[in-house]
């Protein structure tokens, strides 16, 4: 149980256009969503929390307008990185948690993403 | 700010030996701590979890120990194991407030087990 994936799992694409990422929850409800991004060789740093139905909550340092978040149901949640620069190509996970967010968190398999 | 710092980049032991990863956090506020291991281009997996209100955890080959006075937690392998090799992340979160849930990371250690 606890499986959470992410789809699509490696994308590349140009300057200045936007990538949906997805994260589901595959045999739970997913009150609450994380998003992370990892840098090579560096640790995983969460870059916003979703709750089902509500809007995210970003952590600093983090542009919401850049970066926006959907947590439509309770099961899926979407990131976009709208007019994507080669800087923000970086490996991004999802992790999901149940009954709330004080549940382990189950991450999904990541989404490497090249911006060229 | 590294709120958690895993100090040991890399960790290299032989197969059936015991393995030990530390972790030191410096925010008092946080009380629930996690291990998780991690293999390349892949989502962390979770190992084992501890709670402030104990010092020690175990599960199978895996026990964790916290010190909350030296704010420091380790995670135990024993026996270890080749497929053991991974990056392993401690994590660190608070119960309540506004930080409900949130993880914060370190750095990461590599284990190599040689077989």
């Known amino acids: 149980g606890a499986v959470v994936s992410q789809h699509p799992s490696r994308v590349i694409c140009k300057s200045g256009t936007s990538v949906k990422i997805e994260c589901r929850s595959l045999d739970f409800q997913a009150t609450t969503m994380f998003w992370y991004r990892q840098f090579p060789k560096q640790s995983l740093m969460l870059m916003a929390t979703s709750n089902e139905g509500s809007k995210a909550t970003y952590e600093q340092g983090v542009e919401k307008d850049k970066f926006l978040i959907n947590h439509a149901s309770l099961t899926l949640s979407t990131l976009t990185v709208t007019s994507a620069h080669p800087e923000d190509s970086s490996f991004y996970i999802c992790?999901?948690?149940?009954?709330?967010?004080?549940?382990?968190?189950?991450f999904g398999p990541g989404t490497r993403l090249t911006v060229l | 700010d590294q709120q958690v710092k895993q100090n040991s980049p890399s960790l290299s032991v032989q197969e059936g030996r015991i393995s030990i990863l530390n972790c030191d956090y410096t925010n008092s506020m946080f009380d629930y701590f996690l291990w998780y291991k991690k293999y390349p281009a892949e989502g962390p997996t979770f190992l084992i979890s501890i709670s402030s209100i104990k010092d020690k955890n175990e599960d199978g080959r895996f026990t964790v120990f916290l010190n909350k006075s030296a704010k420091h937690l380790s995670l135990h392998i024993v026996p270890s194991q080749p497929g053991d090799s991974a990056v392993y992340f401690c994590?660190?979160?608070?119960?309540?407030?506004?930080?409900?849930?949130?993880?914060?990371f370190g750095q990461g250690t590599i284990l190599t087990v040689h077989p």
């Open positions: 992790s999901a948690s149940g009954q709330g967010a004080a549940d382990t968190q189950y």
């Open positions: 994590a660190a979160s608070r119960w309540g407030g506004t930080s409900y849930g949130k993880l914060t």
